[in-house]
C-alpha cells in the first residue's frame, strides 16, 4: 500500500471557521492531489501540486487554498467553512502525470460544517 | 461537460456470475489512459485496472478486465466470477496527456447478492 496518510480523518466544525487538512506521504512522489467527494459527483480536483511551492487550482478551487512546504506534506485550507464545503476529502498522489500513472489515495477525511 | 459517463447509478448480480459496468468518456486527445477504482464501504480507493489510449489489447487485472471500445469511447469494467467482496462503489477515470488531473465518473454501485 502506498504511505499516504491523512489527518484528521474526522471533523467537525462551525461555518466561518478555518480547517486545515492535512495529506502526509512517505513515496516521495512529486505530483499530490487534493478531491472532494460527493454523492453523484464522483471525485472532483481541488487543487494539486507539481513540486515544492508549486500548486495550481482544479475543477472545485473556490473557497479552498492549498500549501506545499515539504515534498512530503500538502495541506487544503478552508479560510472560512460553509455548509456547502461538507464532504469527503481525498488526498491522492502520483509519480508522474503521465496518463499511464495512477494515483494512490490516502484514506480520505470526512468534514462536517455545521 | 461530462468527461466521463456512467450510467448505470446501481447494479445487483448474483455470486459467482459475471457482471459489466458501463463508463464512456469524451476526449479530443488521442493520448490518454482509463482507470477504474474500487470503493467499498470502508471508504478507501483501490485501484483497479489500467488501460492506455493506445494499447490494442483489452486490459485485464485477475478477475477484472477492461472492455476498451476506442470508436464508441467506452472502457466497461467486467467483473468475472463476482464475489460477496466485490460489492462496492466503482468509479471510471480518465486521465488526458494534456491535463494534470484525473476525471472521474460519478460511480456506480454494485451489490453481489448470495
Known amino acids: 500500500d502506498a504511505g499516504i496518510t491523512q489527518s484528521p480523518r474526522h471533523k467537525v466544525t462551525e461555518t466561518g471557521t478555518p480547517v486545515t487538512l492535512r495529506c502526509h506521504q512517505t513515496?516521495?512522489?512529486?505530483?499530490m492531489y487534493w478531491y472532494r467527494q460527493d454523492p453523484g459527483h464522483g471525485l472532483r480536483l481541488i487543487h494539486y501540486s507539481y513540486g515544492v511551492k508549486d500548486t495550481d487550482k482544479g475543477e472545485v478551487s473556490d473557497g479552498y487554498s492549498v500549501s506545499r512546504s515539504k515534498t512530503e506534506d500538502f495541506l487544503l485550507t478552508l479560510e472560512s467553512a460553509t455548509s456547502s464545503q461538507t464532504s469527503v476529502y481525498f488526498c491522492a498522489i502520483s509519480l508522474t502525470p503521465n496518463t499511464y500513472n495512477e494515483q494512490f489515495f490516502g484514506p480520505g477525511t470526512r468534514l462536517t460544517v455545521l | 461537460a461530462q468527461k466521463i459517463t456512467q450510467t448505470q447509478p446501481g447494479m445487483f448480480v448474483q455470486e459467482k456470475e459475471a457482471v459489466t459496468l458501463d463508463c464512456t468518456y469524451d476526449?479530443?486527445?488521442?493520448?490518454?489512459?482509463l482507470f477504474w477504482y474500487k470503493q467499498p464501504s470502508s471508504g478507501e480507493m483501490i485501484f483497479l485496472i489500467y488501460q492506455g489510449s493506445y494499447d490494442e489489447q483489452n486490459a485485464t487485472e485477475g478477475r477484472y478486465s477492461l472492455n476498451f471500445q476506442k470508436a464508441r469511447k467506452s472502457a466497461n469494467l467486467v467483473i468475472s466470477a463476482s464475489q460477496l467482496g466485490d460489492s462496492a462503489m466503482y468509479f471510471c477515470?480518465?486521465?488526458?496527456?494534456?491535463?494534470?488531473?484525473?476525471?472521474f465518473g460519478a460511480g456506480t454501485r454494485l451489490t453481489v447478492k448470495p
Open positions: 477515470a480518465m486521465r488526458e496527456i494534456n491535463n494534470n488531473d484525473m476525471r
Open positions: 513515496e516521495n512522489h512529486r505530483y
Open positions: 476526449t479530443s486527445d488521442q493520448s490518454y489512459g
